[in-house]
């Protein structure tokens, strides 16, 4: 958000409007929120501060919790207390260590962070990772100094009740993040459609976030509540001080000479309160991109869509490992799977079929068949429909339960895909969908996958305004790539399969 707004700043601050005159400069514009700091704002800090507080708590109480399971654990593996003094020898250096371990690999695994809540399975997730991490710092530590080695029994045990204990201590945090004290107010400068939608995401999100209302730029189409206003940006700070609002969205349409930046300035800098651009809050509240208002420049300046080397490379080792596992587990099945599709109808069992992969290089998906031989010989390319009358038996058994991507393995294995990424589409819709839709030729700098994210958040789509919004969730997804997001799809992947959702 810091970054946006700096680049905010330096694309308006030397713009005419109705706070900075002709002669005024960005540079003027913040020395004079800087020297303005010395006001103090106590009601718009309460909310924040009580977060901040909060989230220190829960902290806190993961530690004692990590000093007190590893006593535990000690209590456990030996049926009893009695040489639980050796723990605390050298000063409870030993407990101090297992602790800190703890909590750092919860922090790294962003246990800690407050702009999302999570669901009960992504904080199962997030405490296995956590826990793994944990177990490999203090091994790599007991390796070095095998004085502070407390036994494998004993971190075994007080691991596991450590993981047990965290997830109940965070759920009750999260509980306790819902009440209205704890609810973040958010104000929207702007009147215009781009203000509705920011709106529209509010109560969507997981998030304890509460509407305080609009405010009104200097120019701006109006389409929202005239009710629902409630002041001007002339007397920002002042609306904001009365709302008790902690986070400020810019939602305007055309920001050119209309913004009050040295207003903004000084509500961030004295008043302590989140200033962030439409497009980074409406990412934050849906998970995936509003890409009708993102600019080219967004893509370079924002933080993301950065896969380095690196990260290709432990992503491959990643999908070698997954793709060969999977093939191995899959094979005793595959006979039986090809064998109903060929009794089923007339053809051969497995399909071949253009895609378009990374940086637009075509390969052939392969495919269990599910629709009846020749299927698009009168039609040419076309998306599957509800009830589509092409789709045989076998092969509506075999979409619903996604058996039919099983063969795609050995397209991860090859290099061709990726186990996760955006899903391939074949070359007659992207010539088509590329010149409708803005950005989509940029899902192709990443490998396709067998799941995505779009694949988990939204249904089969079989249209150009579902590519569109498949498009966001993409986007989405290359813009915040990391094992941990791989890790949750693939997690919300064995979801959709058991549950049958979205296949076509």
């Excluded at 976030?209 to 920002?236: C, N, S, W």
């Excluded at 040295?262 to 849906?286: H, I, N, P, W």
Aim: hydrophobic share 45%; net charge positive; aromatic share 10%.
């Amino acid at each position: 958000m810091g970054k946006s707004f700096r680049a905010a700043l330096f694309r308006w601050g030397g713009l005419e409007d109705k706070t900075l005159g002709q002669d005024d400069t960005a540079g003027s514009a913040a020395g004079a929120a800087i020297a303005g700091a010395a006001e103090t704002h106590g009601d718009i800090l309460g909310t924040n501060r009580l977060m901040q507080r909060s989230i220190i708590l829960l902290l806190a109480t993961d530690a004692l919790a990590a000093a007190l399971v590893l006593i535990l654990g000690h209590g456990l593996r030996f049926l009893g207390f009695a040489g639980v003094g050796e723990l605390f020898a050298g000063g409870g250096v030993k407990v101090a260590l297992f602790a800190t371990c703890v909590v750092f690999a919860a922090y790294f695994c962003e246990l800690y962070g407050r702009e999302r809540q999570v669901d009960r399975l992504e904080l199962a997730a997030r405490l296995a990772v956590s826990l793994s991490l944990a177990f490999l710092l203090l091994s790599a530590v007991y390796y070095v100094f095998p004085d502070m080695m407390i036994g494998r029994g004993v971190l075994s045990l007080s691991l596991i009740a450590c993981g047990v204990v965290q997830y109940l201590v965070h759920r009750a945090f999260l509980a306790m993040t819902g009440l209205p004290g704890f609810a973040q107010r958010v104000l929207i400068l702007g009147i215009g459609p781009l203000a509705r939608t920011i709106e529209a995401t509010i109560p969507m999100s997981r998030n304890n976030y509460q509407f305080a209302g609009f405010v009104r730029p200097g120019a701006d189409l109006m389409t929202v509540p005239p009710q629902k206003i409630v002041g001007h940006q002339d007397e920002i700070e002042a609306v904001i001080k009365r709302e008790r609002a902690s986070k400020l969205v810019v939602a305007v349409t055309e920001r050119r000479g209309v913004l009050p930046v040295r207003d903004l300035l000084r509500c961030k800098l004295a008043g302590g309160v989140e200033v962030v651009d439409s497009v980074s809050f409406y990412e934050q509240m849906t998970g995936k991109l509003l890409i009708e208002n993102i600019q080219p420049s967004w893509f370079i300046y924002s933080s993301g869509f950065r896969v380095t080397p690196f990260m290709r490379a432990y992503k491959r080792m990643f999908d070698i490992l997954l793709s060969s596992l999977g093939i191995i587990l899959a094979l005793p099945f595959w006979p039986l799977v090809a064998l109903a599709v060929k009794l089923d109808s007339p053809g051969p069992a497995l399909f071949k079929q253009v895609r378009v992969g990374e940086r637009n290089r075509h390969f052939n998906v392969l495919k269990f068949r599910t629709m009846c031989n020749d299927a698009e010989k009168h039609t040419g390319a076309k998306w599957a429909t509800e009830n589509d009358p092409r789709i045989t038996r076998v092969g509506g058994f075999l979409r619903k339960s996604r058996l039919d991507e099983i063969p795609q393995l050995f397209n991860v294995l090859r290099g061709d895909m990726s186990f996760v990424g955006p899903r391939p589409e074949r070359p007659e819709f992207v010539e088509r969908l590329s010149e409708k839709i803005p950005y989509y030729a940029k899902r192709h700098y990443m490998k396709p996958g067998v799941t995505g994210w779009a694949q988990v958040c939204y249904p089969y789509g079989a249209s150009d305004k579902d590519s569109l919004e498949k498009l966001r969730y993409d986007l989405y997804y290359i813009k915040n790539y990391s094992l941990m997001l791989d890790f949750l799809i693939i997690l919300e992947t064995v979801k959709v399969v058991l549950y049958g959702r979205g296949g076509r």
